[in-house]
């Protein structure tokens, strides 16, 4: 289950369990979008690994109580901003190489 983490790693902006701005690597480090293009280049701080969209879960029960209501998100930030310098040399160690590839 997705932990929905609420904010940013890197600045902190808030990213509740509905905003499309959410951006995710595959160990679920949590980043808004316009740090995780335009600031870390689509290469995760912490593993490396590439972003993708946050999932949304429903707010409302559909189906079976999967939403919020019975898996809310996550209430208690994670901010570790990244080390810009180490990132940069980070990027440029992959020299481009795509996400699938790393």
Known sequence: MLELRPCCEHC???LPPESPDAR????ECTFC????DGVLHNVCPN????FTPRPIRPARNWKGDNY???????TTP??????LEA???LVESL???PPERR
Do not use: M, N, V
Not at 24 to 27: A, E, K, L, P
Not at 68 to 74: C, E, I, S, T, V
Not at 78 to 83: I, S
């Open 78 to 83: 994670k901010h570790r901003p990244a080390d």
């Open 12 to 14: 902190a902006i808030a």
């Open 24 to 27: 995710i690597c595959s160990f």
């Open 68 to 74: 919020l209501g019975d898996y809310p998100a996550k």
């Open 33 to 36: 979008a316009d740090c995780a």
């Open 95 to 97: 020299k481009g190489l």
């Open 87 to 89: 990132h940069a040399l």
């Open 47 to 50: 593993c490396a690994g590439g």
